[in-house]
């Protein structure tokens, strides 16, 4: 049964499965209270920090996600984004709308230093990207530990250390308890006047104010951000009018036909759930993301 | 001696050696008539169409060009034009100075086919990086053969028929005789109304008054020029004003310190002259580019 807004309670009379499409729904806990045989809830979404409650432990209730849809177009977005900036696109565009012809040299992004904070499958694709244009990549993940792609992976907590040594920083996270505000005026500090900051997880994990402020003062040179603390950004946010930020209206892993592709996943743990199988993409709501 | 504009009489006496810093320079037959010990000139560009006259073969003179120094670059604004073109980022930019906030679906660069038309290192350096995105592209030269690098390179004579297989068309290639006009109303038209045109060598490649047309009929979907017939680009050209065209004032390649690695380029050669080692990079004055 296909259901716009919050279910009613005869919608979800005998519902087993619940499908969640719109990524800024926030109401599970209530549905779950009014759905008692409910046993699987799929995102369609990676990001599902709107949808971790506690009745989703205590009742036992498995939650997928959507991981895997999105991971080649938001890296992709991250490279133009990124190239974008090194090349000085908008700068060439708005002396293009006033037909001028202004010759500058611009910068290489071979041989760049990239932080790409998440070892998720969209920080690690950024990642792998990043790496065949001959960047060089420090993954950073919530422990530091080995890693069979990338070499290592830098805690987080040595994020202010990993910063002071790369030219840009991607914020590629689930929003949790840990990574929100994790990017903040010391580490925005830490990167640097040349720094570039990237954000294509959840708007928390950067403190938006203090970018503002790094960004108007030139503590970091510039910023890309498809996520942001208020979505829709409200009208009268800073960022709107820097010529040093592209704001991104959350579409950074929306490519024509993605719902198709998601409906995939969906319809293949729906398979497995008929057939009694495990689940692919499961999220521990512990950590609010899926494991491993 | 370093020489402004065309250098005088007294200032080409007893000169063998020649550097030819601007890629505008277009008097050098005028120079070599008035220099008779010339035995040597060096460009500061790769494209040396406006250097090649009968003089350099009836005198004997070497011609060398900066193949190499502009690779990296030029592939990178091929990336960066290309995924900005993709992900929308004009539109996305132009919604930013309205404040308005405008969800839309856009597309991926993998798995998409494209066509380098031009062997040399440019356009080698090009191909290189679209593949490594997952690009299929197709390598198009001035004769077809078999290709150690990328299986086999297609002869321009054919480019009707390739431009038909692909999503995207990149022209990097000298201008010569052979090269004036090849990308024409049939080219765009094979290429379709989903094509995307990438001009990073020479204008006058392009027929630019068959590419306006064509993007504003919807023959073609859009351009990045870094290159035009005329340069700059004249204030009246339709080309500034349409949102499908990217308008870069011939500077893809030029990245801060470009001009150190060009005198690199140089020092090297000048080293060998003195030594009386074979030069590198000289260009065959009847093809017009250095070749092989």
Known sequence: ??????????????????????HR??????????ADRLRWVHAAS?????????????????????????DVSIAEWVLAATLSFIKGFPRTLALQREHTWQYRTTGRL??????????????????DRLSRLDVQVTLVGRTAGADQTFGAVRGS?????????????????PLTAATTGLIDAEVLAAL??????????????????????????????GAALDVFEVEPLPADSPLWSMPNVLVSPHMSGDYVGFEVDMMG??????RRWL???????????????VRG
Chains 1, 2 share one sequence.
Not at 47 to 66: D, M, Q, Y
Not at 275 to 284: A, K
Request: hydrophobic share 45%; glycine share 12%.
């Open 1 to 22: 049964m296909e259901v716009h807004g919050t279910p009613t309670g005869d919608q979800l009379a005998g519902a087993e499965v619940l499908y969640v499409w719109d």
């Open 25 to 34: 729904f926030a109401d599970l806990a209530a549905v779950l209270r009014r």
């Open 46 to 70: 990676v990001g599902v920090n709107r949808l971790i409650c506690p009745e989703l432990a205590e009742r036992g209730i498995t939650l997928t996600n959507s991981r895997g849809v999105f």
């Open 110 to 127: 071979a041989g760049k230093r990239a932080a790409v904070v998440g070892t998720g499958s969209i920080g690690r694709a950024i990642a």
């Open 157 to 173: 907590d040595d994020l202010l250390s990993v910063a002071t040594d790369v030219d840009m920083l991607v914020a590629a996270v």
């Open 192 to 221: 640097g006047p040349a720094g570039f900051v990237v954000n294509i997880g959840r708007g928390p994990t950067v403190v938006e104010s203090e970018l503002i402020e790094a960004l108007q003062t030139g503590t970091v040179a």
């Open 265 to 270: 996943v969906f319809v293949d743990n729906l």
């Open 275 to 289: 057939r009694g199988d495990q689940l692919h993409n499961i999220v521990d709501p512990d950590f609010g993301y």
